[in-house]
């Protein structure tokens, strides 16, 4: 079974431009969060969609936003980057489908690098 | 508001045993995980508690007390490879939240 999939790896950008990042879930996990890691902040969670829908979103400008396909593929998008938004950017997949919600699976991340 | 609090850095021994605390403060509860994370790789998943008690697995072992607000990780006859960082988090409920990570370094 294929874990989460994230592409691209790694990326560079410059101040002012914006960037689209790219999850595949667990097939058949319906659930996907998405999170940013910093080595002095740690893992902060960005939001959470299921079945296409936000359901929750942390404490982030209006700058970081998402979606989730029909096919729980999921993509997350920041504008205007920044020089702080260079991080490791984490998307995890829970929630199988007919099954107890439990743990989150992590993709491998992408690191983005703002210059 | 929603605080979960875990030591910064722990440091031991190859052989001897760690307890890595974690105490929690959130608007709700639906469970407590604890994750590995070696450096430069994704966080992978060790435990889960969501009622008061010890649940063993293997060399890890984890404890929660709900009325507390705390949980504990315990690392057994540690190993050198056990040298990462250990992630404490509560499903609150919609979202999973972390703690900034407690990084153990094992020497021999």
């Known amino acids: 079974k294929a874990g989460v999939t994230q592409t691209p790896r790694y990326l560079i950008k410059t101040r002012g431009q914006q960037v689209t990042l790219s999850c595949s879930p667990i097939?058949?996990?319906?659930?996907v969060s998405w999170y940013q890691q910093t080595p002095g902040q740690g893992l902060q969670f960005l939001f959470e969609?299921?079945?296409?829908?936000?359901?929750n979103k942390g404490n982030f400008p209006g700058r970081f936003s998402g979606r989730q396909f029909s096919n729980s593929r999921s993509e997350m998008n920041v504008s205007t980057l920044e020089l702080g938004d260079s991080a490791l950017y984490l998307c995890?997949?829970?929630?199988?489908?007919?099954?107890?919600?439990?743990?989150?699976?992590f993709g491998q991340g992408t690191r983005l690098t703002v210059v | 508001g929603q605080n979960i609090d875990q030591p910064t850095e722990m440091t031991a021994t190859e052989g001897a045993i760690v307890q890595i605390n974690c105490t929690y403060q959130?608007?709700?509860?639906?469970?407590l995980f604890w994750y590995q994370q070696h450096a430069g790789e994704a966080p992978t998943f060790l435990s889960y508690?969501?009622?008061?008690g010890l649940e063993e697995k293997g060399r890890f072992s984890s404890f929660l007390s709900r009325s507390k607000g705390y949980s504990y990780l315990l690392l057994k006859e540690l190993q050198m490879k056990d040298s990462a960082s250990y992630l404490c988090?509560?499903?609150?409920?919609?979202?999973?939240?972390f703690g900034k990570g407690t990084t153990l370094s094992v020497s021999s």
């Open positions: 988090a509560v499903r609150d409920p919609l979202a999973l939240i």
């Open positions: 508690n969501v009622l008061d």
């Open positions: 995890a997949s829970s929630w199988p489908l007919g099954q107890k919600n439990t743990e989150a699976f």
């Open positions: 969609y299921f079945s296409e829908t936000q359901r």
């Open positions: 959130t608007s709700g509860f639906n469970g």
């Open positions: 097939s058949g996990h319906r659930s």
